[in-house]
């Protein structure tokens, strides 16, 4: 297996979609390729660092009144005519 | 063929019930739905448009929408995919609107081949997030996501931070499934590359920015 073809694979892989052979043939890859070791590693911290990040965590008060109008909106809606 | 497999100790009620309650006209059963999910709304809406203002009329916008389309959501989908969709494409819409003079679209495709080759592969120091505060990472993952087309970083945020299977990315975004898995390894790739150079182990001395 090239680098290429790993790097191909390197999403199913960190997916762990992928069948026991072509997951074997991945992991004797990364047993001596140091350079796709390591951008299989850091490609999941990566992944690990954005999904811990916390970015664009919605303030409680601009919630309740993002809520409040999105549900005057609905209220609206229901009691108005039921045309557009 | 139903999954919904509620949690230990957490009483929820399943999505369709919530769905099936607000068609019939009961606007709190709405208001649970909005609960549920406007805060990965918000999220995803501040990815796509990198604009905080623009995020929070794309989730009034998104629900409203949801709200008044619920007699068209079949159920043959999740509704949160089904939401999602409708919030992509006001998000996209508004950065259209600001970008016109660039294209914005999760269809295009990026020239060059090669620029999701690995150049960087020196080893990440241990705890790579932890050499900075907090204020500095989020502004480093700020700025390093907001690199990427539109349509590489929305698969990413779909797939990697809001946690949607990559037939729930295709559903929602309109792609087929290669497309979702090719842009997903090229964003993954990418990001990689750029964070590196704040992560990289440093061999020459400490940890000195
Ligand atoms: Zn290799």
Known sequence: MKCSEFLQELTNYLDGVMDERTKAELEDHLAWCHNCYVVCDTTKKTIEIYRDSQLYELPEDLRGRLRAAIMAKCQRKKAGPQSV | ???????????????????????????????????????????????????????????????????????????????????????????????????????????????????????????????????????????????????????????????????????????ALDLSIPAVKSRLLRARLQLRERLSRYFQKRESGDGNK
């Open chain 2, 1 to 171: 063929m139903n999954a919904i497999q509620p949690r230990v100790g957490e009483p929820v009620i399943p999505e369709m019930e919530l769905v099936q309650a607000a068609k019939r006209g009961d606007v709190a059963a709405f208001e649970d739905l909005v609960r549920r999910y406007d805060r990965n709304v918000f999220r995803i809406a501040q990815h796509i448009t990198q604009n905080r203002e623009d995020a929070e009329d794309v989730v009034q916008d998104a629900f409203l929408k949801a709200y008044e389309n619920l007699e068209q959501f079949q159920g043959q989908s999740k509704f949160y995919t089904w939401l999602v969709r409708i919030a992509v494409n006001e998000a996209l819409m508004k950065l259209r609107k600001r970008r016109p003079e660039r294209t914005v679209s999760l269809d295009e495709e990026v020239k060059t081949e090669d620029d999701s080759l690995p150049r960087e592969v020196a080893d990440w120091s241990p705890n790579p997030e932890q050499q900075y505060t907090q204020a500095e990472l989020r502004d480093i993952l700020t700025r390093t996501i907001q690199g990427l087309p539109p349509g590489f970083r929305t698969v990413f945020v779909l797939r990697d931070v809001e946690g949607l299977s990559t037939e729930e990315t295709a559903e």
